[in-house]
């Protein structure tokens, strides 16, 4: 049973730093893309980054310079370090799997079949 759990969130105040976790089990996550997605209450859910199965990587502009997304496939992790965190990051996030070949690329962020349950993450002002 694919699964993926993600860990990490809290209660931080503005310009501090969280690192989130996502836990793939029930398949071997090296052979998949995997991307981080949040969800604001009120707004539609966004895809803020992502990392292919050969370590290629996207963020959206939102984010760059601030979010890095890395993986160890030894372990079936996925993280994503948060830093300078603003109010706007504040929703649930979400890690995602998709089946990728070795030449994809991680984007679109579309297409993502598992989810975990997400993580919430709440900046102060």
């Known amino acids: 049973q694919v699964q993926l759990v993600e860990s990490g969130g809290g209660l931080v105040q503005t310009g501090g730093s969280l690192r989130l976790s996502c836990a793939a089990s029930?398949?071997?996550?090296?052979?998949?893309?995997v991307g981080w997605f949040r969800q604001a209450p009120g707004k539609e859910r966004e895809g803020v980054s992502c990392i292919s199965q050969t370590g290629g990587t996207y963020y959206v502009d939102s984010v760059k310079g601030r979010f890095t997304v890395s993986r160890d496939n030894a372990k079936n992790m996925v993280y994503l370090q948060i830093n300078s965190l603003r109010p706007e990051d504040t929703a649930v996030y979400y890690c995602?799997?998709?089946?990728?070949?070795?030449?994809?690329?991680?984007?679109?962020?579309?297409?993502?079949?598992?989810w975990g349950q997400g993580t919430q993450v709440t900046v102060s002002s």
């Open positions: 995602a799997a998709k089946y990728s070949l070795p030449w994809n690329l991680c984007v679109p962020m579309d297409g993502y079949t598992y």
């Open positions: 029930g398949f071997t996550s090296g052979n998949y893309a």
